[in-house]
């Protein structure tokens, strides 16, 4: 069964570069074919799927945050990583990364793949 856990700080300054790394147990994040994707989610909103890296390294982002994204991986560790540079208050949310079939990207719903169960990261002004 595969188990993800999401890692780093909970608190990141404005302007500074936030850093998240998902840990992966159970599975290869080189095999099959998933969606190794990050989704976040502020208070009182919905899911918003940053982005994801796919089995062979080929990574998408979403639109709005493109430009401030990037989305690696160690596969020696079975980890991948969530850099968001130059954030705001307006990015404070829980993130949560997750393992997805292709379809199921973008879902409305937690139920659908495998998730960590989500970090706190706020943004201090």
């Known amino acids: 069964q595969v188990q993800l856990q999401e890692s780093g700080p909970g608190l990141v300054q404005a302007s500074q570069t936030l850093s998240l790394t998902c840990t992966v147990s159970?599975?290869?994040?080189?095999?099959?074919?998933?969606?190794w994707s990050w989704i976040r989610q502020a208070p009182g909103k919905g899911l918003e799927w940053v982005g994801y890296i796919d089995n062979s390294g080929g990574t998408y982002y979403r639109a709005s945050l493109q430009s401030r994204t990037s989305i690696s991986r160690d596969t020696s560790k079975n980890q991948f990583t969530l850099q968001l540079s130059s954030v705001t208050p307006g990015d404070t949310a829980v993130y949560y990364c997750?393992?997805?079939?292709?379809?199921?990207?973008?879902?409305?719903?937690?139920?659908?793949?495998?998730w960590g169960q989500g970090t706190q990261v706020t943004v201090s002004s």
């Open positions: 159970g599975d290869s994040i080189t095999a099959g074919y998933y969606y």
């Open positions: 997750a393992r997805v079939i292709p379809r199921d990207y973008g879902s409305s719903s937690k139920y659908r793949g495998s």
